[in-house]
Protein backbone atom coordinates (compact mmCIF):
# COMPACT_ATOMS: atom_id res chain seq x y z
CA UNK A 1 0.00 0.00 0.00
CA UNK A 2 1.85 3.04 -1.30
CA UNK A 3 1.19 5.83 1.24
CA UNK A 4 2.80 8.76 -1.58
CA UNK A 5 2.31 8.59 -4.97
CA UNK A 6 4.02 10.51 -7.44
CA UNK A 7 1.08 9.50 -10.47
CA UNK A 8 3.18 11.00 -13.35
CA UNK A 9 6.25 9.23 -14.10
CA UNK A 10 7.61 11.58 -16.26
CA UNK A 11 7.21 15.26 -17.52
CA UNK A 12 8.58 17.46 -20.23
CA UNK A 13 8.14 21.60 -20.18
CA UNK A 14 9.77 24.36 -22.46
CA UNK A 15 11.93 26.44 -20.65
CA UNK A 16 10.24 29.40 -19.04
CA UNK A 17 6.97 27.69 -18.90
CA UNK A 18 5.55 26.30 -16.01
CA UNK A 19 6.31 22.82 -14.70
CA UNK A 20 3.66 21.53 -12.13
CA UNK A 21 4.94 18.17 -10.14
CA UNK A 22 2.08 16.67 -8.37
CA UNK A 23 2.21 14.61 -5.49
CA UNK A 24 -1.14 11.94 -3.60
CA UNK A 25 -0.97 10.76 -0.37
CA UNK A 26 -3.37 8.72 1.97
CA UNK A 27 -1.86 8.65 5.52
CA UNK A 28 -3.87 11.94 6.91
CA UNK A 29 -1.35 11.89 9.74
CA UNK A 30 1.06 13.22 7.63
CA UNK A 31 2.07 16.55 8.70
CA UNK A 32 4.81 17.68 6.95
CA UNK A 33 5.63 17.47 3.21
CA UNK A 34 9.00 18.19 1.74
CA UNK A 35 10.33 18.25 -2.00
CA UNK A 36 13.60 16.95 -2.76
CA UNK A 37 15.23 17.10 -6.49
CA UNK A 38 18.24 14.33 -7.58
CA UNK A 39 20.70 14.57 -10.19
CA UNK A 40 21.85 11.51 -11.52
CA UNK A 41 24.57 9.94 -9.61
CA UNK A 42 24.44 11.91 -6.22
CA UNK A 43 21.91 12.15 -3.54
CA UNK A 44 18.88 13.80 -3.01
CA UNK A 45 18.82 17.56 -2.31
CA UNK A 46 16.05 19.59 -0.13
CA UNK A 47 14.12 22.44 -2.28
CA UNK A 48 11.24 23.39 -0.26
CA UNK A 49 9.04 22.20 1.99
CA UNK A 50 5.45 22.54 3.85
CA UNK A 51 4.12 22.53 7.16
CA UNK A 52 0.37 21.05 7.00
CA UNK A 53 -1.02 24.23 9.10
CA UNK A 54 -0.06 25.96 5.78
CA UNK A 55 -1.30 25.61 2.44
CA UNK A 56 1.27 27.35 0.32
CA UNK A 57 5.16 27.76 1.07
CA UNK A 58 6.57 30.29 -1.69
CA UNK A 59 11.04 29.94 -2.52
CA UNK A 60 12.03 32.08 -5.19
CA UNK A 61 10.92 30.15 -8.44
CA UNK A 62 9.70 27.21 -6.01
CA UNK A 63 6.19 26.96 -4.66
CA UNK A 64 4.49 24.42 -2.52
CA UNK A 65 0.79 23.84 -2.59
CA UNK A 66 -0.75 21.70 0.23
CA UNK A 67 -4.62 20.86 -0.27
CA UNK A 68 -5.31 19.00 3.00
CA UNK A 69 -8.81 18.09 2.42
CA UNK A 70 -7.96 16.68 -0.98
CA UNK A 71 -4.60 15.10 0.46
CA UNK A 72 -2.75 16.72 -2.49
CA UNK A 73 0.50 18.78 -2.75
CA UNK A 74 1.75 20.33 -6.06
CA UNK A 75 5.06 21.69 -6.58
CA UNK A 76 5.60 24.64 -9.26
CA UNK A 77 8.44 25.75 -10.52
CA UNK A 78 8.48 29.19 -12.49
CA UNK A 79 9.80 30.06 -15.06
CA UNK A 80 11.69 26.65 -15.47
CA UNK A 81 15.06 26.44 -16.50
CA UNK A 82 17.22 23.50 -18.30
CA UNK A 83 19.31 23.39 -15.03
CA UNK A 84 15.65 22.39 -13.31
CA UNK A 85 15.75 18.88 -15.23
CA UNK A 86 15.80 16.22 -12.26
CA UNK A 87 14.20 13.75 -10.73
CA UNK A 88 11.60 14.93 -8.17
CA UNK A 89 10.60 13.26 -4.82
CA UNK A 90 7.76 14.37 -2.24
CA UNK A 91 8.26 12.75 0.66
CA UNK A 92 5.48 13.05 3.94
CA UNK A 93 6.30 12.92 7.59
CA UNK A 94 4.08 11.58 10.25
CA UNK A 95 6.01 13.28 13.12
CA UNK A 96 3.56 11.71 15.80
CA UNK A 97 4.80 8.02 14.52
CA UNK A 98 8.08 9.53 13.64
CA UNK A 99 7.97 7.59 10.04
CA UNK A 100 8.49 9.14 6.66
CA UNK A 101 7.49 7.95 3.18
CA UNK A 102 8.97 8.84 -0.09
CA UNK A 103 6.95 9.20 -3.64
CA UNK A 104 8.45 7.39 -6.78
CA UNK A 105 9.96 10.77 -8.05
CA UNK A 106 8.69 12.27 -10.85
CA UNK A 107 11.90 12.83 -14.15
CA UNK A 108 11.22 16.78 -14.86
CA UNK A 109 12.74 17.61 -18.51
CA UNK A 110 12.98 21.08 -19.62
CA UNK A 111 13.70 21.58 -22.90
CA UNK A 112 15.40 24.64 -24.09
CA UNK B 1 33.96 17.99 3.66
CA UNK B 2 30.77 19.16 4.91
CA UNK B 3 28.61 16.93 3.49
CA UNK B 4 27.44 13.62 4.23
CA UNK B 5 29.73 10.99 2.92
CA UNK B 6 29.31 7.77 2.17
CA UNK B 7 31.75 4.88 1.48
CA UNK B 8 32.53 2.92 -0.39
CA UNK B 9 30.57 4.67 -3.78
CA UNK B 10 29.90 1.34 -5.27
CA UNK B 11 30.41 -2.45 -4.11
CA UNK B 12 30.45 -5.35 -5.97
CA UNK B 13 29.94 -8.23 -3.94
CA UNK B 14 28.79 -12.07 -5.03
CA UNK B 15 25.81 -13.74 -3.14
CA UNK B 16 25.94 -15.11 0.41
CA UNK B 17 28.59 -13.09 1.13
CA UNK B 18 28.25 -9.79 4.10
CA UNK B 19 28.54 -6.15 3.11
CA UNK B 20 29.68 -3.24 5.04
CA UNK B 21 28.31 0.30 4.16
CA UNK B 22 29.34 3.14 5.97
CA UNK B 23 28.36 6.78 6.64
CA UNK B 24 29.93 9.81 7.86
CA UNK B 25 26.96 12.80 8.63
CA UNK B 26 27.32 16.30 8.69
CA UNK B 27 29.13 17.57 12.47
CA UNK B 28 26.53 18.19 14.68
CA UNK B 29 23.80 16.54 13.00
CA UNK B 30 21.96 14.38 15.52
CA UNK B 31 19.32 12.19 13.16
CA UNK B 32 20.57 10.09 10.92
CA UNK B 33 18.86 7.79 8.27
CA UNK B 34 19.02 5.06 5.88
CA UNK B 35 17.10 4.42 2.37
CA UNK B 36 17.28 2.49 -0.11
CA UNK B 37 16.66 2.91 -3.16
CA UNK B 38 16.27 -0.35 -6.38
CA UNK B 39 16.26 0.65 -9.93
CA UNK B 40 12.91 2.44 -11.27
CA UNK B 41 11.48 3.09 -7.76
CA UNK B 42 11.47 5.37 -5.17
CA UNK B 43 13.12 5.50 -1.72
CA UNK B 44 12.29 3.31 0.63
CA UNK B 45 13.00 4.06 4.18
CA UNK B 46 15.12 1.76 6.10
CA UNK B 47 16.19 3.13 9.91
CA UNK B 48 16.60 6.42 11.46
CA UNK B 49 18.62 6.84 14.59
CA UNK B 50 18.38 10.13 17.21
CA UNK B 51 21.74 10.07 18.49
CA UNK B 52 22.89 6.42 19.01
CA UNK B 53 19.27 4.91 18.99
CA UNK B 54 17.10 3.29 16.50
CA UNK B 55 13.28 3.88 17.61
CA UNK B 56 12.39 2.36 14.44
CA UNK B 57 13.78 -0.63 12.78
CA UNK B 58 10.40 -1.47 10.99
CA UNK B 59 11.92 -0.37 7.39
CA UNK B 60 14.25 -2.95 7.58
CA UNK B 61 13.29 -5.52 5.07
CA UNK B 62 14.85 -8.79 6.83
CA UNK B 63 16.91 -9.74 9.68
CA UNK B 64 19.81 -10.23 7.60
CA UNK B 65 20.30 -5.75 7.85
CA UNK B 66 21.67 -4.36 10.53
CA UNK B 67 22.60 -0.72 11.53
CA UNK B 68 24.61 1.26 14.23
CA UNK B 69 25.26 4.14 14.97
CA UNK B 70 28.44 5.15 17.66
CA UNK B 71 28.97 8.22 18.80
CA UNK B 72 26.49 10.06 17.56
CA UNK B 73 28.50 10.38 14.30
CA UNK B 74 29.15 7.53 11.73
CA UNK B 75 26.89 4.70 10.84
CA UNK B 76 27.30 1.05 9.45
CA UNK B 77 24.19 -0.83 7.40
CA UNK B 78 25.59 -4.44 7.30
CA UNK B 79 23.74 -6.76 5.21
CA UNK B 80 24.36 -10.35 5.91
CA UNK B 81 24.23 -12.92 3.39
CA UNK B 82 23.49 -10.81 0.33
CA UNK B 83 20.67 -11.62 -1.66
CA UNK B 84 20.30 -10.54 -5.33
CA UNK B 85 17.29 -8.49 -4.47
CA UNK B 86 19.30 -6.43 -1.99
CA UNK B 87 21.33 -4.58 -5.45
CA UNK B 88 20.32 -1.17 -4.90
CA UNK B 89 21.80 2.36 -4.08
CA UNK B 90 21.81 2.75 -0.73
CA UNK B 91 21.42 6.88 0.38
CA UNK B 92 22.29 7.87 4.15
CA UNK B 93 21.04 11.14 5.41
CA UNK B 94 21.72 13.33 8.05
CA UNK B 95 19.71 16.29 9.81
CA UNK B 96 20.20 19.11 12.73
CA UNK B 97 17.32 17.29 14.24
CA UNK B 98 14.53 14.82 13.50
CA UNK B 99 11.51 16.32 11.29
CA UNK B 100 14.25 18.59 9.52
CA UNK B 101 15.30 18.75 6.03
CA UNK B 102 17.62 15.80 5.31
CA UNK B 103 20.93 16.38 3.58
CA UNK B 104 22.06 13.23 1.51
CA UNK B 105 25.10 11.64 0.48
CA UNK B 106 25.56 10.69 -2.29
CA UNK B 107 25.04 6.75 -2.00
CA UNK B 108 26.70 3.38 -2.15
CA UNK B 109 26.05 1.22 -5.37
CA UNK B 110 25.43 -2.12 -4.21
CA UNK B 111 25.41 -5.29 -6.86
CA UNK B 112 25.16 -8.68 -6.24
CA UNK B 113 25.93 -11.21 -8.28
Known amino acids: DQQVKQNSPSLSVQEGRISILNCDYTNSMFDYFLWYKKYPAEGPTFLISIS ?4 KNEDGR ?6 KSAKHLSLHIVPSQPGDSAVYFCAAWDT ?3 KSTFGDGTTLTVKP | ?18 VELRCDPISGHTAL ?3 RQSLGQGLEFLIYFQGNSAPDKS ?7 SAERTGGSVSTLTIQRTQQEDSAVYLCASS ?11 GTQLSVL
Do not use: C
Open chain 1, 62 to 67: FTVFLN
Open chain 1, 52 to 55: SIKD
Open chain 2, 33 to 35: YWY
Open chain 2, 1 to 18: GAGVSQSPSNKVTEKGKD
Open chain 2, 96 to 106: PGIYEKLFFGS
Open chain 1, 96 to 98: NAG
Open chain 2, 59 to 65: GLPSDRF
